[in-house]
């Protein structure tokens, strides 16, 4: 039945359309490289291999199969490189396995003593199976197979294809083809036309970096949104840079069509880095002349759904708008809100910067006690104002350790300002956060205010100190 | 103020005008702001966020520049739909380019200029601000704006002496204009009300002392208006 099934659609990808056999893959990891070490790594690593792809900072992979013949195995192959590495000063582990999810996994920090791991060939299935769930990327579905009682990789692959792909979508089909030892996907049968490669040219050549990566987010949404437009994702991004006095660079960065814009923007600030250490800007080289932007490996995109709740779409002209003002004063000069868990005013709203994903800090839509109620305030202090507080008698208003108020407040004085008549007060609220972490901690009684001029604060009392943290008006 | 059919105006983002808080409608012209104008505010507070609110709610992109302490919460409760919502907290020394560049993308900004712009200058923003059909939100002077509205008095209410919390703030609002929308027209407003929304109110049974006399001279009719 099933037989008959999948012999009855013809686009199906299988083993066959070269979905399923994995290649010998080695990854060389250095967990703890920066840009400059991982761009080294990578120039180290070229020597043996011309074609290495960078995964993400301080780990690159590539295919081992003729590089381990020349050298005389994968063993051979990758103690020379973790020799040669730790010649230059460098750590790092090496692993070899069928496919690039269990290389990655091989490379990862083991007990063993031995830097290099190699899985034998056909032997991949039987080393995932040992593997926890948890080593899955997508957080929610390891959680939720944990929570279904599968606890290695080896209980997931062993589920029908079928039932994983109905209960678990698009993105548990690509977790289980990890867990068999397959690709993730598929690969794009079609060769990638020339068409989808953008470039940005700079005469005269441009000294900074900081241009060249603005113009880098510019060029990845181009590129991004020409890969959507066939209906395809890339796996890797080739990023090459052309300098003033010819010379180039051109890596290979890991894209799996989960990058943003401003995630490339980051890959390709990592790779001017990289080349020219020390100097962060491209003055180097008489400036930078050409950042050209190549998608490598199509695949057909599983599609990234828009959030159902949260962000909404950009349209054109606000982005636009959005992207001058970065220019003229930097990428953290336009922030969006994003509702956020926390107490304190300042807690329950997250700003983060556009172009960035936004998420929130705490989770919000949980219950937090000790939040005041009623409206929130119109004014909210970045930093809380110092102010002063006093009772009919002149004397500054005090709280003690059990919460009990020296006097009933008359006078507030924000800032150093002149003294504004107390009509209405209510308080203390103790709030005791975090006390599990001295940086973070929050020990404060608060109050609310109305002054005679008709406007109302929110102060509070910490270490002894008035300050006035909102304002309603 | 009805339409000839019979509906209220102000629904949907018009091609003259965007729509306020329906708590609003009835201290503006129109009941509406109409596209292209600057509209000023004294101070910024809880009515420059409740005047976008209705825009923002209807599907408008709001910018908010140069108020660091806005109260982004406040904004959210009144209906300002944060989604839509760009800020620029720090605006620096080329700030006319900045909020140029924000009307460009935004139907409504919300700024407080650092200093006042010469005139020409403000000149060639009310020109791009007609050109793009946005409002401009000035918390602050704003010579020639085409609406001001300006909080006259302020009455919290729910705090006693030592109990209590906040709850409510009943407000009177002036607005003047220039052109057509010269009348002045004042009113009683929940600014917020207990739910953190924008309605009308009753005005306070008894009078409240601090009433600026000037105000009253400068406009003898200020009473009638203040009926409706």
Redesign the interface.
């Known amino acids: 039945m099933s037989r008959a099934t999948a012999s009855g659609r013809p686009g199906a990808p299988g083993k066959a359309r070269g979905g399923g056999e994995a290649q010998r893959v080695m990854v060389v990891s250095s967990p703890d490289a920066g840009a400059e070490e991982s761009g080294q790594l990578a120039a180290l690593v070229t020597g043996y291999c011309p074609t290495v792809e960078s995964v993400r900072l301080g780990v690159c992979a590539f295919a081992a199969r003729g590089p381990a013949r020349y050298f005389g195995g994968e063993e051979a192959l990758g103690s020379r490189i973790v020799e040669a590495a730790a010649a230059a000063g460098l750590g790092c582990r090496v692993g070899v396995a069928d496919g690039l999810f269990a290389a990655l996994l091989a490379a990862g920090p083991a007990d063993g003593a031995d830097p290099v791991t190699v899985v034998p060939a056909g032997g991949t299935p039987r080393f995932l199976a040992h593997q926890p769930v948890s080593v899955l990327e997508d957080t929610d579905l390891a959680g939720l197979l944990r929570r279904l009682g599968i606890r290695t990789l080896g209980d997931f692959a062993a589920l029908p294809a079928d039932a994983v792909a109905s209960r678990f979508g698009e993105a548990g089909e690509a977790a289980y083809r990890l867990a068999r030892g397959e690709q993730p996907r598929p690969l794009a049968v079609s060769a990638p036309p020339d068409d989808l490669a953008v470039s940005a040219g700079f005469d005269p050549p441009q000294p900074l970096a900081e241009p060249v990566v603005f113009a880098a987010k510019a060029l990845a949404e181009q590129l991004h949104a020409g890969l959507a437009a066939r209906g395809v994702s890339c796996v890797r991004i080739d990023v090459q840079v052309s300098w003033a006095d010819g010379h180039h660079s051109s890596r290979l960065w890991r894209h799996d069509g989960l990058l943003t814009a401003v995630q490339v923007a980051d890959r390709v600030r990592w790779q001017l880095d990289a080349a020219t250490p020390g100097d962060a800007d491209g003055a180097a080289g008489g400036g930078i002349t050409l950042l050209r932007l190549v998608p490598d490996q199509l695949v057909r995109a599983a599609g990234q759904q828009l959030a159902l709740w949260?962000?909404?779409v950009v349209?054109g002209?606000?982005?636009?708008?959005?992207m001058?003002?970065q220019a003229?004063?930097g990428q953290d000069?336009?922030?969006?809100?994003?509702?956020s868990g926390g107490r304190s005013?300042c807690d329950?709203?997250h700003?983060s910067p556009?172009g960035a994903d936004p998420e929130p800090r705490l989770p919000a839509g949980r219950p937090w006690p000790g939040r005041?109620?009623?409206?929130?305030?119109?004014?909210?202090?970045?930093e809380p104002r110092p102010a002063r507080v006093t009772d009919l008698a002149g004397e500054p208003v005090t709280v003690s350790g059990r919460c009990t108020?020296s006097g009933?407040p008359a006078e507030l004085a924000v800032d150093g300002g002149p003294p504004l008549a107390v009509t209405?007060?209510?308080?203390p609220w103790p709030l005791a956060e975090r006390w599990w972490d001295p940086s973070a901690a929050v020990r404060e009684a608060r109050f609310?205010l109305?002054t005679?001029?008709?406007?109302?604060w929110l102060a509070a009392v910490r270490d002894g100190a008035w300050q006035v943290e909102?304002g309603?008006? | 103020m009805m339409r000839p059919g019979g509906t209220p105006t102000a629904v949907m983002s018009g091609e003259h005008s965007l729509p306020v808080l329906p708590g609003l409608r009835e201290l503006l012209p129109g009941g509406e702001l109409a596209r292209g104008t600057v509209v000023t505010v004294p101070?910024?507070?809880?009515l420059p966020?409740a005047l976008a609110a209705g825009a923002s709610a209807a599907g408008a992109?709001c910018?908010l520049a140069g108020v660091?302490?806005?109260?982004?919460?406040?904004?959210?409760?009144l209906g300002l739909?944060?989604?839509?919502?760009?800020?620029?907290?720090?605006l620096?020394s080329?700030w006319p380019?900045?909020v140029s560049?924000?009307?460009?993308?935004?139907e409504i900004v919300i700024v407080r200029p650092p200093a006042m712009l010469p005139a020409q200058l403000r000149h060639r923003m009310e020109a791009a601000l007609r050109r793009a059909g946005g409002v401009l939100l000035v918390a602050g002077e704003w010579p020639g704006a085409h609406l001001e509205l300006r909080v006259t008095?302020?009455?919290?209410s729910?705090?006693?002496?030592?109990?209590?919390?906040?709850?409510?703030?009943r407000a009177q609002v002036l607005v003047s204009g220039r052109g057509a929308a010269g009348r002045i027209r004042d009113g009683w407003l929940w600014l917020?009300a207990?739910d953190?929304s924008i309605s009308p109110a009753e005005p306070p049974l008894q009078t409240v002392r601090?009433l600026p006399q000037r105000e009253l001279s400068a406009h003898p009719h200020l009473h009638v208006a203040g009926a409706g």
Request: with cysteine.
């Open positions: 949260g962000e909404a349209p002209k606000v982005a636009r708008a959005a001058r003002v003229l004063l000069a336009v922030l969006r809100p994003v509702r005013m329950q709203i700003l556009f005041i109620p009623g409206p929130a305030p119109a004014v909210v202090y970045p108020v009933a209405g007060w209510a308080g609310q109305v005679a001029d008709g406007r109302a909102a309603y008006c | 101070d910024f507070g809880l966020l992109w910018g660091e302490e806005a109260g982004v919460l406040a904004a959210a409760d739909c944060h989604d839509r919502t760009l800020l620029c907290p720090q620096g080329r380019q900045v560049s924000l009307a460009d993308g935004c008095r302020r009455e919290w729910g705090l006693g002496a030592g109990h209590g919390r906040l709850r409510a703030c917020p207990e953190g601090d």
